[in-house]
C-alpha cells in the first residue's frame, strides 16, 4: 500500500462530516464498499481476499473493509468518538500494518497503540476513535467490519 501505484483518496473529516478543525483529515483507499455492496477497489483479490479468508464463514458477512493513512502531526490528534455502523450485531477489525505512536481509543479511554501486525477486534457498538501520531511519516490500518447475521441486508 506504499507504493507509487496505490491510489489514496483524500478526506477532509476523520469519523463526522462537518468537523471545522483543519486537523480533521485523512486518506483512505476502500475496498469493499458498505452502501452499494460491491468490490471498490482492483486491490481487493490482491490484499483482502487472503486477510478475510480467516474471518469469514457462514456466520459474517462484510459490510466494509478499507485502508486508511493517517500522516505525521506535530500534536497527536484525537479524532471524534463514533460508532462505524448502527447495526445491533456487527464485529470492527482494526489491524495495523505499521507501529506508531498512534492508536484506537474507546469511550471508557482504554488506550490500544498501533503495534505492526496487530489485529485488534471489538463489539462494533462500542464507542471508538483513532488517535493520530507524532513519530512516523504515516499510520496505516486495516478497516474491517463484519456482520453476524447476513440476513439483516435483505430489506436494507
Known sequence: MLNDN?????HQYVAEEGE???D???????????????INSP?????????LFVFMGKEYDLIRA??????RRDKQIKYGLHKDYAYDKHTTLVFSNNTNNGGTEFEDGTFIPSIENQLLV?????KHRSVGQ?????RINLNINLMHDPKRFINE
Not at 480533521?24 to 460491491?38: A, L, P, S, W
Not at 486491490?43 to 486477510?51: A, L, N, Q, S
Not at 471489538?122 to 462500542?126: A, E, R, V, Y
Open 66 to 71: 478499507k485502508s486508511n493513512m493517517f500522516t
Open 134 to 138: 507524532t513519530d512516523t511519516n504515516h
Open 20 to 22: 471545522d478543525t483543519a
Open 24 to 38: 480533521e483529515f485523512y486518506f483512505t483507499h476502500t475496498f469493499f464498499d458498505g452502501k452499494r455492496r460491491e
Open 122 to 126: 471489538f463489539d462494533g457498538n462500542i
Open 43 to 51: 486491490f481487493y483479490e490482491d490484499i483482502m481476499v487472503p486477510f
Open 6 to 10: 496505490f491510489p489514496w483518496f483524500y
